[in-house]
Structures are given as structure tokens and as C-alpha cells.
């Protein structure tokens, strides 16, 4: 739907097929039972992004000035955010529902189509919130880790979120000529892939599996966006299975303790 | 239409990944590990070592092998880089021979060291501030901070939040793990190590991890040539 909108409904369907196919229930052990398959994907996005994406976006920062990508950027955010209030709301978080309601209505308006982001000058900051989100809230397991095609990283637990942000997004329902909807595709692709340069750049700096630094990093990442801070940091004992403690273990990790 | 998931990894990007890491505190002599003053003491080291690292990545006059050399210092007396390689590795840490702990240790500071120096230039404007500490287990002590970069207007705006823990070891608090919006770099790091070694053994690691080095120091060099050129 990014770069090949048509698939419509279709898209949606086989997500769902896909969830129910590879079993919502079952959390596995091994949190990639697919790595090999996933591993193939992951070198085919990363071929398109080396080849076509990564081009695109070094000239689109290039020619386009950057008050006007960052009005891009906003303007996409805001088509998506439908997506962000339904969620909430699913969730149960009415007040944030609300204000992102809110945010959405004065951005679309004052904000000329979602271009200037009035809302958080107006103290109604962005969230980020997707069904995925949704259905581990719910208490579904996240599922095998997934590489899909063009969007990268996922776990059988997001892909019906696909669907959703597929569906909630007001574009989908209008007729845009396909004229209009390829340049579209285009700059959204081009704007996406520039707001993940620097990630992108770190990981090719940092990684020594970039396969494996990137599916740890999403899995965490997601684990901390369902869990909140309750998920902070690696398994029990990770600290100190390497060596025979040489310090007194003194209280538990609990308290705060202010400067002084 | 919006790719979610990338957005919602482009949000990870959005935690300055790359300052914190080269936010290597100073030395310091720290009190006993009980003594409530420690956990100023920590604080301390994280406030100091961010600063002079930022200076140093800051600092439009020095080339880039000069700043890896820098920030190659720092790190030093910031990182505890023998905890950090055994954690990073895990269990196959124990199956090393001495001469290869050695090796291990002296390649991964280099690599640890390059991506740190390193850091985009966006990551550069960006401030850090310590938002609080708590005890942790063993004795060790995680200090939170904030990443503060500049909104259009000037103003600071919060854009991640990174953990640095520390463990004290001859009286010095060192860094031994960061955690980044809730990922642990160290765990991380394993992840990789164990999906090299379980591939192809502890020879391919090495050989990976030689090669990721080699990288670090042609790029060093290309950047300097490239400056000096103009």
C-alpha cells in the first residue's frame, strides 16, 4: 500500500489468513523458527534499499529543503493518524483518544491538511499507537518473527495492523488517480526512508549481525511499547552469569535516589 | 499508507543512539559501595563524561582519526571493557583461551570505540541530561538520562531516553551496559555474537569482528583524505 497501493482489501484478508495459518496462540521458544526465510527477505529489502530507496532519498534531501520534508512528514503522520485514535480508543485510553482526536482535527484544519504541526504547540503531543499494539494489550503473543517484504520487521501479532492502518487511512477511500498516487508513493517512500537515515547509518556502523541487531532491536523496542517500562532491560541474571560476583550484592534495585 | 513499522523503528532512531554511547564518563574515585554518596558519584561521572565527549565530537578541528583517538581515551576510563566483552559474549566467553579473551577485548574496544566516534552529526547538537539513579543488583548503579534536542523554535524537546549502568570495580565506576529505550546494547551485542558463533564458531566471530574493525579504520581514512583534499 506504500509503493503498490492497489492491493486493497486483498491485503487485508491475507493478513488475517496469515494470523490465523500460523496460529495466534502458540508462543514459540524460539522467537525466529522462520529466521532462515526471514534472513532471504531481509537481503531482498536490503538490496531495494541500496538500490533504489537510499538513491531516492539522498536526492530528495538533496533538492527538497527541509521545512518543506518536514511539512511532507507531518502531513503523512497525519493521514495515518486515524489509525493512532481508533487504537486508543480500543485500548481503552479514552482521555488520549480524545486528545488525539484533538490533535488530529486542529492539524487537519489550522494546520492546512496536517502540513504545520499547530497541535503540539497546543499541548496535544503526537503518540505513536497501532493494532499491534492493540493486540498485545489484549494478551496475544507476539508469534514468530516476521521480515516482510518492503516493510521490514514485524511479528505475526502486527500484521493485521497492516490492514488497519491500510483501512484507516482516509486516502484509501478516496479515488486518487494514479497519477497522483505514484509521485505520492514516491515522496512517502522518500521521506520515510530519510527519517530512518540516521537509524539506518548506525546500524550499518554498529552491527555486527545487522539481521540480528535489527530483530532484537524491534522486538525490545515493541515488548517496551506494549509493556511500558515494566520491560527495561535484558533476562534475570544476564549481569552476572558472567563471572562470579566480586561485589557484595547489597539492596534490591528498587529505590531512586535523588543528587545531592 | 504510512509505514508503520518503519515509523515505529524510525522512533528508536529518534533516541540519539549514537551521543549517548560516546557518553563516556571520567574517571573517578568513588566511595564504598554502600555509601549513599556513590550514587552522586556515578552521576557525576555520566555528567562529566558526556560533556567532554560531546566536546570532543563537537570540536570542527580535529580530523576524524584524531577524534577516535579522543574519544579511544575517554572510553578507557569511562568503559569497563573486560565486563562489556564477557557480557556481550555470553557463556562462550568461558570457552576462550586467555590470548583470545585478549584479542576479544582489544577488537571490540576498537569497534565499540569507532561507532562512538562515529556518531551523526544530527546526534551532535543534542543535549544529555541525568534524570535520576537507582541501586541495582551486584551492587551496580544505572543512572538515567534524558536526550534533549532543539525544536524549530529553539526550545528543548525530550527525544529518547538512554540508561547507563555502571559497575565499580578498583574503586572506579565504569560503564558496563547502556540501555536505550529499553534495549540493552550488551544483550543485544549477544544476540549477534551467539547467531555468528552458532553459524559458523568462535573463528568466524573473530573474523567478523576483525573485519568490522578493518571497515572502522578505512572509513577513518577516506573521511580524513576527503577533508584534507578540499
Known amino acids: 500500500m506504500w509503493l503498490l497501493r492497489p492491493w486493497r482489501v486483498g491485503a487485508a484478508t491475507a493478513a488475517c489468513a496469515l494470523l490465523f495459518l500460523t496460529g495466534c496462540g502458540t508462543y514459540p521458544q524460539n522467537p525466529d523458527p522462520y529466521e532462515r526465510l526471514n534472513r532471504v527477505m531481509y537481503n531482498v529489502n536490503d538490496g531495494i534499499d541500496k538500490a533504489a530507496l537510499k538513491p531516492l532519498s539522498d536526492v530528495y534531501v538533496a533538492i527538497v529543503p527541509k521545512p518543506v520534508r518536514q511539512g511532507l512528514g507531518n502531513a503523512f503522520n497525519n493521514l495515518g493518524y486515524l489509525n493512532v485514535i481508533l487504537n486508543d480508543f480500543l485500548q481503552g485510553k479514552v482521555d488520549q483518544g480524545f486528545a488525539d482526536a484533538g490533535r488530529m482535527a486542529v492539524n487537519s484544519t489550522v494546520g492546512v491538511a496536517g502540513i504545520f504541526d499547530v497541535a503540539t504547540k497546543w499541548n496535544l503531543p503526537e503518540h505513536k499507537n497501532d493494532f499491534g499494539i492493540t493486540l498485545g494489550k489484549w494478551g496475544a503473543e507476539p508469534g514468530p518473527y516476521l521480515v516482510l517484504p518492503l516493510f521490514g520487521p514485524a511479528t505475526v501479532r502486527d500484521v493485521p495492523g497492516r490492514g488497519v492502518s491500510m483501512v484507516t487511512n482516509p486516502l484509501y477511500w478516496v479515488d486518487v488517480p494514479l497519477a497522483a498516487s505514484i509521485p505520492m508513493g514516491v515522496l512517502e517512500a522518500a521521506q520515510t526512508r530519510a527519517d530512518l537515515n540516521d537509524l539506518l547509518k548506525f546500524r550499518d556502523e554498529a552491527a555486527i549481525d545487522p539481521y540480528v541487531f535489527v530483530r532484537e532491536g524491534y522486538l525490545n523496542y515493541r515488548r517496551r511499547q506494549i509493556q511500558g517500562t515494566k520491560a527495561t532491560g535484558p533476562a534475570p541474571g544476564f549481569y552476572d552469569e558472567d563471572e562470579p560476583a566480586t561485589q557484595p550484592t547489597t539492596r534490591p534495585a528498587t529505590e531512586r535516589v535523588t543528587a545531592r | 499508507m504510512k509505514c508503520a513499522i518503519f515509523c515505529t523503528v524510525a522512533a528508536l532512531c529518534a533516541a540519539p543512539l549514537c551521543a549517548p554511547l560516546c557518553a563516556a564518563p571520567a574517571p573517578s574515585t568513588a566511595p564504598a559501595a554502600n555509601d549513599p554518596g556513590s550514587a ?150 549477544r544476540a549477534q555474537f551467539q547467531a555468528i558463533i552458532s553459524n559458523g564458531g568462535i573463528d568466524r566471530m573473530f573474523q567478523v569482528l576483525r573485519q568490522r574493525d578493518e571497515a572502522h579504520e578505512n572509513a577513518d581514512r577516506a573521511a580524513d583524505k576527503a577533508t584534507t583534499g578540499k
Open chain 2, 40 to 189: 552522586a558519584t556515578a552521576r557525576l561521572a555520566v555528567e562529566e563524561g558526556v560533556r567532554r565527549s560531546l566536546a570532543i565530537l563537537r570540536d570542527p578541528n580535529l580530523s576524524r582519526a584524531e577524534k577516535s583517538q579522543r574519544i579511544g581515551q575517554i572510553a578507557d576510563d569511562a568503559i569497563d571493557f573486560e565486563t562489556v566483552s564477557r557480557l556481550a559474549l555470553g557463556p562462550p566467553w568461558k570457552q576462550l583461551t586467555d590470548a583470545q579473551k585478549e584479542e576479544f577485548v582489544r577488537e571490540f574496544r576498537k569497534h565499540v570505540v569507532a561507532i562512538c566516534a562515529h556518531a551523526p552529526d544530527g546526534y551532535r547538537d543534542q543535549q544529555v541530561e541525568v534524570a535520576g539513579d537507582k541501586q541495582e543488583e551486584r551492587g551496580d548503579w544505572t543512572v538515567h538520562t534524558r536526550i534533549l534536542g532543539k525544536q524549530d523554535d529553539g526550545t528543548p524537546k525530550e527525544t529518547g531516553q538512554v540508561d547507563f549502568r555502571l559497575r565499580r570495580r578498583d574503586g572506579r565506576w565504569r560503564i558496563i551496559d547502556l540501555n536505550l529505550e529499553g534495549i540493552s546494547i550488551a544483550a543485544n551485542l
